[in-house]
């Protein structure tokens, strides 16, 4: 009833005893065909999944339980829901890409309040690509302040339930729910505890009569979904209360067959809804309105009209969109793709009169345009209407994409209006509210982001605890390195519900990359306590057919990081376990898969004799043999990756990083054996990289990697070659070759890269100027974090954008995405580099601050630890070119041991530097470039200074 016992059956198949993994696959195949999931007993015993019996083709259903009352409960129990929804699954051709899509399968509402959305993804398939033997998520909501308590007031759950049966036709929709008691907030006790859960008691209605599909919102093949076309009229009006009256419409729900996958409850809290209020709205000439959300999220609006008799019937579309073009107008469809317009038919007056209208679906976009539709178009059919939407993509301005402008501040529009004054009138929609949904990650709280802008401060809608205050603060003396770290803070919280993907705006998958970049983020900015959404995301990547199959090699390495990142954030070696025991699977080329050993490439070291990782001989998958490198391809720098270099430098260099790692965590599960081995491996490649790949031209004073050890890739030096291989430490305790390094990376200045590569770049820097001793590369890091110029993040925050681009401009790909958390990762290098607030040991019962601010005169931050926040205040007295004293002032959490290291602005003077710490003189030890107090620090104030002798 745990997800022990799925670590226990996961460690059968990872045995080599053959009888046992026989036993192992032969138990699965039993509780698949049982349908039995792993703390689903509730779920599963006493409920059934249920749809509707006389459209089992509706798009929509809108499903509603019996009204029930609350039980009294014993001391330590509480009431859960446990829901889930089958998804529509998507299949690119060509993929393999088997996982669902992280659309709304159902909206959640409970006593009228919606709650929450979801499933935010399916487990993979495994081990087939079929998607009958998908493993099924369940998603669980604590119903506590929810539900009324008196014994006679009743209550209600209801569902708005979507599947898109057109592309899936061999899908059976459904939906199954319970609420139950529970005693540790996920599974229920027994389902004799169930109060009340989906059955033929249950009621259903073919729900699109309301929702007509208006064909798909992408117009590229990754995420498949309906716009909405809706009927404001036909809604049942109350239909989410437990007072509300069913008419003959109403019926009562058809028993489905049970979920043919493997149920698994999700200990990731489910994503929370908010309401946003516009920061602006605005009327223009034409009619149209115009809405501003102020900053980019996920989620849908939730518009009012009025009510009156001259607009029954009248029809109004609202697109969406996050980027304007060089006039103001919203730019659609978007550079990615995706078309969301809807048409909406308003109710006119009376008692039933409702033109409070909430989207269903959940969209990335920051603007709205609202117009109000000739009143000739009444009536029309769907096939008028796509005419109509036609016309309204064609009437957009067709700029060329170097003139699109992101995130204008000031679009020329005709005037600033309140809301009571857009109604009534000719041209424009009878708006009376403009607020929107939000749907993002619990963060620990209620949900509210506290990185978002005052005039769009969301606000929670449900009971419950407030918004933690522990996340990360930074602020400092400059005001764009403030501005970029907020930015891709709020990002980070902004594109998190409770699975990392590579973005909700086109693809909505697990990247390996985007997901190790949004985890770094998440663990440096957020709130500690709460990793499961992390957690689910490594073990998602290392189960999934996909990343075995159909991602690229270098991309694997980083599901290793990312595990190896939760140990030493957290101490804990649950995910480390569980990543050990992934079940071994047999790939379509029947080749065996050993979880997080595959994954760190071990099978495929010194294949080439040289202490490297290569390339197998022969591949898994169409990408086994390939490396991203960057992307798009002309931010690679001809970065080389062919049959000719098998020893590529990237994937080595990502290699040293996972490896060493594996080593780390291998000797805290008890494998001491192995992790004397894997050190070797990766001190062994660390060197191979020197002998091989490193060349020096003295004349210039630098130092380069090349792309590989042989063939075309021994001739070629794409920077992205230097930057991995820098990050992965081949220059540590080497001050001229940090140096040498230091001097090639400024000179090239990122060119050509992507704002991935951006990652690597502050990697590198900071780690070479750690043991450079001019620590010339940390100025060049700051100088990029801190200025508006293209490219950089600065940059991005010029030109508007309030969430990281897929891009550092939109020009730079063609369906360049403006919610992407790959370029995102300033939010995590600024607290964990330029800081250097890092743990020295799992758990951060030892940290190191080590900062390296180059010339900046103060900071002031506070970081988010396991142990509580760590407040830090920096002080340079003097200039930068002639420094006098730098002063750390810290507030430790109680339990934390904190090395504290500084570094002179400078080159450190031949005089010599003091140290002190609280006062007293100390004799500081070296690291690097650095000085280091001698002693730890603990609890609470202290004070130490670095100053000229």
């Given amino acids: 009833g745990n997800q022990g016992k799925f670590v226990s059956l996961s460690s059968f198949l990872t045995t080599k005893d053959r009888p046992s993994k026989l036993t192992a696959m032969f138990l699965i195949f039993v509780l698949l065909l049982m349908g039995k999931g792993l703390g689903c007993e509730g779920l599963l015993d006493a409920s059934r ?61 409970v006593n009228g309040l919606v709650v929450t959305a979801g499933p935010g993804h399916n487990l993979p398939h495994i081990p087939s690509q079929t998607p009958a033997a998908a493993t099924q998520a369940v998603s669980v909501v604590d119903l506590s302040g929810l539900l009324r308590q008196n014994v006679d007031e009743a209550n209600v759950i209801a569902l708005a339930a979507f599947f898109n049966w057109t592309k899936f036709t061999s899908e059976v929709p459904r939906v199954q729910a319970v609420v139950c008691a529970s005693r540790d907030g996920f599974t229920c006790i027994n389902d004799t505890n169930v109060i009340v859960g989906t059955d033929s008691t249950w009621w259903v209605w073919a729900a699109d009569a309301y929702h007509h599909p208006r064909g798909n919102i992408n117009e590229t093949p990754w995420y498949a979904q309906p716009n909405e076309d809706l009927d404001q009229p036909t809604l049942p009006r109350g239909w989410t209360l437990p007072d509300y009256t069913m008419g003959p419409e109403w019926q009562h729900a ?50 009012t009209f009025a009510c009156a008799p001259e607009w029954a019937g009248r029809r109004v579309s609202v697109t969406l969109g996050e980027q304007l073009d060089a006039q103001g107008a919203l730019v659609a469809p978007s550079l990615a ?81 309140t809301i009571d004054s857009l109604a009534p009138g000719l041209k424009a929609a009878p708006l009376v509210d403009a607020h929107a949904w939000v749907l993002q990650h619990a963060l620990g709280g209620n949900g509210v982001n506290p990185y978002e802008h005052s005039c769009s401060r969301s606000q929670p809608l449900l009971p419950g605890p407030a918004a933690p205050a522990d996340f990360a603060f930074w602020s ?41 970049i949004t985890a770094q983020m998440q663990y440096a900015v957020f709130p500690p306590g709460d990793y499961h959404m992390q957690r689910r995301t490594t073990l998602f990547s290392y189960s999934n057919d996909s990343s075995v199959l159909y991602t690229w090699a270098d991309f694997r390495f980083s599901v290793v990081i990312m595990t190896i990142a939760d140990y030493r954030e957290t101490g804990d070696v649950t995910l480390a376990r569980q990543a050990w025991g992934v079940p071994n699977r047999i790939t379509a080329e029947n080749k065996a898969v050993n979880s997080i050993q595959f994954y760190a490439g071990l099978m495929y070291f010194n294949l080439s004799g040289r202490n490297l990782f290569s390339f197998p001989p022969s591949c898994l998958g169409p ?67 020197r002998t091989h790949m490193l060349r020096v031209n003295a004349s210039n004073h630098e130092a380069f990697f090349v792309d590989g050890a042989s063939g075309q890739g021994a001739s070629h030096a794409a920077i992205h070659s230097t930057l991995y291989a820098a990050a992965a430490g081949v220059a540590d305790n080497d001050p001229e070759l940090a140096g040498l ?21 502050l990697d590198a820097c900071y780690r070479l100027a750690l043991f450079d001793p001019t620590g010339a590369a940390a100025t060049y890091a700051l100088s990029l974090l801190s200025r508006t110029t293209y490219p950089s993040w600065g940059y991005m925050v010029s030109i508007g954008a309030t969430t990281s681009l897929e891009a550092w401009r939109p020009q730079d790909k063609w369906n360049t995405d403006f919610a ?130």
């Fill in 49 to 109: 999944p249920v749809w509707h019996a006389g459209n089992r083709s509706a798009y929509f259903v809108y499903v509603r339980s019996p009204t029930f009352q609350t039980p009294p409960l014993d001391a330590g129990e509480h009431l859960i829901l446990q829901i889930t929804a089958r998804q529509s699954p998507h299949v690119p051709s060509g993929n393999g890409n088997t996982q669902g899509k992280l659309a709304c399968s159902f909206k959640l509402f």
């Fill in 476 to 516: 400092s003396a400059s005001p764009t390195l403030d501005a970029v770290f907020n930015m891709t803070a709020y990002t980070a919280a902004a594109t998190s519900l409770d699975v990392n993907v590579d973005s909700r705006t086109r693809q909505r998958d697990v990247c390996e990359v985007d997901a190790m």
């Fill in 337 to 417: 793709k995706q078309y969301f317009y809807s048409v909406w038919t308003l109710a006119g007056n009376g008692t039933d009169c409702n033109n409070a209208i909430m989207q269903h679906e959940m969209i990335q976009f920051r603007y709205a345009e609202v117009r109000l539709l000739p009143a000739d178009s009444v009536g029309e059919s769907q096939h008028g209407e796509e005419n109509e939407r036609d016309q309204h993509k064609q009437t957009q301005p067709h700029h060329h994409r170097h003139q699109h402008q992101h995130h204008r501040q000031s679009p020329a529009l005709a005037r600033q209006v």
């Fill in 820 to 949: 992407h958390p790959w370029c995102a990762y300033p939010a995590a290098a600024i607290p964990r580099l330029l800081l250097g607030a890092t743990p020295l040991t799992p758990g951060w019962q030892r940290a190191q601050l080590a900062p390296q601010p180059a010339g900046l005169p103060w900071i002031q931050t506070a970081v988010p630890t396991p142990l509580g926040r760590l407040h830090v205040n920096y002080t340079l007295t003097g200039s930068a070119s002639v420094p006098r004293a730098v002063t750390v002032s810290v507030n430790i959490p109680s339990t934390m041991a904190l090395q504290v290291c500084l570094a002179w602005p400078t080159t450190a003077p031949a005089r010599g530097l003091t140290m002190h710490v609280d006062g007293v003189a100390v004799n500081p030890t070296p690291l690097g470039r650095l000085l280091c107090a001698p002693s730890d620090v603990h609890t609470e104030v202290h004070s130490v200074v670095l100053g000229l002798r």
């Fill in 741 to 761: 390094l230091s001097n090639y990376i400024i000179r090239r200045d990122l060119g050509p890269s992507s704002c991935m590569t951006g990652k690597w770049v």
């Fill in 254 to 303: 058809s028993l489905q067959p049970p979920f043919s996958g493997l149920l698994y409850v999700d200990r990731t809290p489910p994503a929370a809804i908010l309401t946003r209020k516009a920061c602006s709205v605005t009327s223009r000439a034409d009619g149209v309105i115009f809405i501003d959300y102020g900053q980019e999220f996920s989620g849908g609006v939730n518009l």
């Fill in 623 to 689: 990408w086994e043999c390939d490396v991203l490198a960057d992307w798009p391809t002309s931010t690679r720098d001809g970065y080389i990756v062919n049959t000719s270099n098998t020893d590529d430098t990237i994937r080595n260099s990502y290699a040293i990083l996972a490896v060493e790692g594996l080593a780390e965590i291998a000797d805290a599960i008890g494998k001491r054996d192995e992790a004397v081995q894997y050190s070797a491996v990766a001190a062994a490649t660390r060197l191979a990289l």
